[in-house]
């Protein structure tokens, strides 16, 4: 079993959708989760950082830590074609290893 | 600030060539990351650097091997090249040394390498 299982998708949603992107985990000791988007041939940017469970809000953009369940979620509100992009989850533990999902592309439609 | 930087953004090797890819962190990071992504694996990490220690390391043959300087530029080799070695490398910088946003990573954008 991976550490990190996302569903790669794609997904497309209409502008002004709102998109939820998910990934689950198996190792208890994971306490920072981050999400990047990665445009294509592109590096992935750090959009959002959360350490242990709960909510983080930044603009439009809304992440959700559920240790209890090992279950992360981004969720853009408003999407924009300039979301079009691959989401790729990522979490470590107290080391400074990080493990990564394998993204989901996902494409707004104007 | 600048960001992470990586060179050459592009390579083009022959199989059994080996090649050598840089990273500059940004400044004040002393912890430096590099990955591998290809379309089927995604994201696999390779190794860190800190302190110009190797403190991880992923699960990848010693073909793949790295070093950082005391400025904590890194550099990453691979030796022998084989086909399947295609990829984007990625390096990420972050500034591990405490508090709460330590291990935030940030990304280059990468050397693209093709082997043929």
């Known amino acids: 079993q991976k550490e990190v299982e996302q569903d790669p998708g794609p997904l497309s949603v209409p502008e002004g959708a709102i998109v939820s992107l998910n990934c689950t985990y198996s190792n208890s000791a994971f306490q920072y989760f981050m999400w990047y988007r990665q445009y294509s041939r592109k590096g992935p940017e750090l959009l959002m950082y959360?350490?242990?469970?709960g909510n983080k809000e930044d603009g439009r953009f809304t992440a959700q830590v559920d240790k209890s369940s090992k279950y992360i979620s981004l969720f853009i509100r408003d999407s924009q074609p300039s979301d079009s992009a691959t989401y790729l989850c990522a979490m470590s533990g107290s080391g400074n290893q990080f493990y990564f999902g394998t993204g989901t592309s996902l494409t707004v439609i104007p | 600030k600048a960001g992470v930087t990586q060179t050459p953004r592009y390579l083009i090797k022959t199989r059994g060539q080996q090649v050598t890819l840089s990273c500059s962190p940004i400044s004040g990071h002393r912890s430096v990351s590099w990955y591998q992504q290809t379309p089927g694996q995604g994201l696999q990490f390779l190794f860190e650097?800190?302190?110009?220690?190797?403190?991880n390391k992923g699960n990848f043959p010693g073909r793949f091997s790295g070093r950082q300087f005391s400025n904590s530029r890194s550099e990453m080799n691979v030796s022998t090249l084989e086909l399947g070695d295609s990829a984007l490398y990625l390096c990420a910088s972050s500034l591990s040394g405490g508090g709460p946003h330590y291990n935030e990573q940030f990304f280059g954008p990468g050397t693209r390498l093709t082997v043929l």
């Open positions: 650097y800190f302190s110009e220690t190797q403190r």
């Open positions: 959360t350490y242990s469970s």
